[in-house]
């Protein structure tokens, strides 16, 4: 998902395109200094909210969600970033909180962003993505990716006091498979740089640090079978979007769903949002019973803008 203020806000229509089919080469990290702050031991979770477009702090700290997933700044810019003394706040009221944060493709917006890619792309960029505007897909597995957009944007959230990282556009190892490039590789690499990320913030922040994939589902089978059980060794949670609700079809449902178990199994925690109306949350929370399989669940907004929180743990701790 991404800002409001940069792009216009897509209907479910396009939601059902963004999760219609759940389809690097990073080399050691640089030296790194150590974060002042410690981060704190997980705790159980059994709730969480998605709020990316101007989150408030104080808000977030009095809501009754344990684990929130927001952006590392308020409007996606350098300028308006949290500080640790921001999230300091939120781990006073006991919160977990996630940095959401786009692997697989570069957003105009960002600080890391150069005018000057227009007229003259790095290496690493690839084409826009038509769905929205001003983001464009990247080759992950390149060193200039990892020392232009990656680390530099890491080091800020490591700064800030996050206690790991939300990460979006997996499925960008499925793109470059569709360019041609064979999905074990792809995949493969994609599962390189999640590693390559957990190193890098547990060697920083401590080994409790929080990895969490967003959706991207098939790369534990696209992938080798050793990249499989590295993937499955490294991150801590999984995030999905519209598991249960505006599918793109009974199959890729059923699909998602095999996949998400095989996760489950393994003892990662699968967090999903659903963007629907606040009247079908308890035909959510009934579907959810159905399954074989513990899932941590949020309804989010038809519109998927994800610029407020919902009043859903309300029905949620009513069941």
């Known amino acids: 998902m991404k800002f409001k203020n940069i792009f216009v806000i897509l209907l479910p229509l396009l939601i059902l395109s963004c999760v219609a089919k759940?389809?690097?080469?990073p080399q050691a990290s640089q030296t790194m200094?150590?974060?002042?702050?410690?981060l704190r031991k997980p705790k159980e979770i059994t709730s969480w909210a998605y709020?990316?477009?101007?989150?408030?702090?104080?808000?977030?700290?009095?809501?009754?969600?344990?684990?929130?997933?927001?952006?590392?700044?308020?409007?996606?810019?350098?300028?308006?970033?949290?500080?640790?003394?921001?999230?300091?706040?939120?781990?006073?009221?006991?919160?977990?909180?996630?940095?959401?944060?786009?692997?697989?493709?570069?957003?105009?917006?960002?600080?890391?962003?150069?005018?000057?890619?227009?007229?003259?792309?790095?290496?690493?960029?690839?084409?826009?993505?038509?769905?929205?505007?001003?983001?464009?897909?990247?080759?992950?597995?390149?060193?200039?990716?990892w020392e232009t957009g990656l680390r530099p944007y890491l080091d800020r959230i490591l700064e800030a006091g996050f206690d790991g990282v939300y990460l979006d556009i997996i499925d960008g190892y499925w793109f470059w498979h569709e360019q041609g490039v064979d999905v074990n590789s792809t995949a493969d690499d994609m599962v390189k740089l999640i590693k390559r990320i957990a190193d890098y913030c547990r060697a920083k922040a401590g080994k409790d640090f929080i990895v969490c994939p967003q959706n991207g589902l098939g790369i534990i089978n696209d992938c080798s079978p050793v990249y499989r059980d590295l993937y499955l060794k490294t991150v801590n949670m999984v995030g999905l979007e519209s598991l249960l609700a505006n599918i793109h079809s009974k199959d890729d449902q059923n699909y998602r769903l095999k996949l998400a178990k095989e996760i489950a199994?393994?003892?990662?925690?699968?967090?999903?949002?659903?963007?629907?109306?606040?009247q079908e949350y308890p035909d959510y929370l009934e579907q959810l019973k159905a399954l074989d399989f513990k899932i941590i669940p949020y309804g989010s907004t038809p519109d998927a803008a994800l610029d407020s929180l919902t009043n859903f743990n309300k029905y949620h701790q009513s069941k």
Do not use: C
């Open 22 to 25: 759940e389809p690097q080469k």
């Open 33 to 38: 200094q150590t974060i002042n702050h410690e």
């Open 51 to 145: 709020w990316l477009q101007g989150p408030s702090i104080a808000a977030l700290a009095e809501s009754p969600y344990d684990l929130i997933v927001m952006d590392y700044s308020a409007d996606g810019t350098d300028k308006r970033k949290f500080l640790a003394k921001d999230i300091s706040v939120l781990h006073k009221f006991d919160k977990t909180v996630l940095s959401y944060f786009s692997i697989g493709e570069a957003e105009e917006y960002r600080f890391y962003w150069q005018k000057k890619w227009k007229d003259n792309p790095p290496n690493f960029l690839g084409p826009e993505n038509p769905d929205w505007t001003g983001n464009y897909k990247v080759k992950y597995w390149r060193e200039d990716w």
């Open 265 to 278: 199994d393994s003892t990662i925690t699968i967090l999903d949002v659903e963007y629907i109306d606040e």
